[in-house]
């Protein structure tokens, strides 16, 4: 758990009762979401060659954004945050089933400190195990109340389909130098928006929202995962590495489209846009020197400062869409810290 999100459950440590209803905080959420991965990962199936990744990967670790959103979004309307269980476990089964089959197109050694499944295993039991989970997640699903399994699985389906688009794109944008900024948004928003904004809809609609209400919470959480990914770009290049706790610059070593880039290549003239260029054709063999000069010209366009605005809008437009929801402002009280606190993140 990062510093920021002990600061958030140090600062709520304990569930606030009030006259007519009960608000849980992050590590209460946490708490509940953890012990059932644990049921989970240590659950006895066989074969262990299938089962043994999917138990790795769950015990890795993680914030858990993503399950603990569903959790909020539930308690905005509902006390009893248990019921949503089933569809927290189902976004926090699936969204690590897609980091184990990313890491395979990625060819990444190492997630979370540990090794990758792939690695520990190998590229075939990581497919295998990976679709096991997939299944594992839909299996969940259906433990919701009937009343409303069908919205959460064609919310689910709608999601989980589009992550697959945003991972195309992706993988197309890499051998792509006329990639727009508009095009890298909707890429950044199918890979990662769209389940935050799941993850709080799906929540809600559990926990009885109505449909308006509902759709107000998605918009927040695609505007704020929007805003969360561009912020990872820009930590990439300015962060305190220190802070930041590996190499600065990754994203400029490796060609990676980021909006900074994007946004650079889109203002750049002159010496600046050759630069550039020679960075993107790798004519620059030593790599400091290459995140050197590509911040450089980064820092000569003022892009970290159209890069802080762009984290602003979207972080004011998310804001705008939770301050519509119809509930009392206290009940949405967590739910605020946490996205004020995933905002100002360093790491």
């Avoid at 459950?9 to 849980?24: G, L």
């Avoid at 295993?121 to 990581?126: D, H």
Wanted: proline residues 2%; charged residues 25%.
């Amino acid at each position: 758990m990062s510093a920021d999100f002990k600061q958030l459950s140090r600062n709520t440590h304990s569930v606030e009762k009030t006259t007519n209803f009960m608000i849980y905080n992050y590590s209460q959420c946490l708490a509940i979401i953890q012990k059932e991965i644990e049921k989970l990962a240590t659950e006895k199936r066989d074969p262990q060659e299938l089962y043994a990744p999917v138990s790795y990967i769950m015990q890795l670790g993680g914030k858990r954004i993503r399950p603990v959103m569903v959790l909020y979004a539930h308690n905005l309307f509902n006390d009893s945050i248990e019921e949503a269980l089933p569809v927290a476990m189902a976004i926090e089964v699936f969204h690590n089933f897609t980091l184990v089959h990313d890491d395979i197109m990625d060819n990444a050694p190492i997630r979370r400190n540990q090794q990758t499944v792939h690695e520990k295993w190998n590229n075939n039991v990581a497919i295998l195990s990976g679709d096991a989970m997939q299944i594992i997640a839909y299996q969940y699903l259906c433990k919701v109340n009937p009343s409303v399994l069908k919205p959460m699985i064609d919310i689910f389906n709608t999601t989980a389909l589009e992550i697959c688009e945003g991972q195309q794109y992706d993988m197309n944008f890499a051998s792509r130098k006329d990639v727009t900024l508009p095009e890298y948004i909707r890429m950044i928003e199918l890979k990662t928006s769209v389940l935050v904004a799941a993850s709080l809809k799906m929540g809600a609609l559990c926990g009885g929202a109505s449909e308006k209400d509902a759709q107000n919470l998605y918009e927040f959480g695609r505007n704020l995962g929007l805003a969360f990914q561009i912020q990872d770009d820009y930590l990439d290049v300015y962060a305190d590495q220190e802070v930041f706790g590996k190499t600065v610059g990754g994203d400029i070593a490796e060609n990676k489209k980021t909006y900074l880039l994007i946004k650079a290549i889109e203002l750049a003239e002159g010496e600046d846009k050759n630069i550039l260029d020679r960075a993107i054709r790798n004519q620059i063999a030593d790599l400091d020197i290459k995140i050197e000069m590509v911040r450089g010209v980064y820092d000569n366009l003022g892009i970290a400062s159209i890069a802080k605005k762009a984290i602003e809008d979207y972080s004011n437009r998310a804001f705008c869409f939770l301050d519509a929801v119809n509930v009392d402002e206290s009940r949405k009280a967590m739910l605020k810290a946490m996205a004020v606190e995933l905002m100002k993140r360093e790491k």
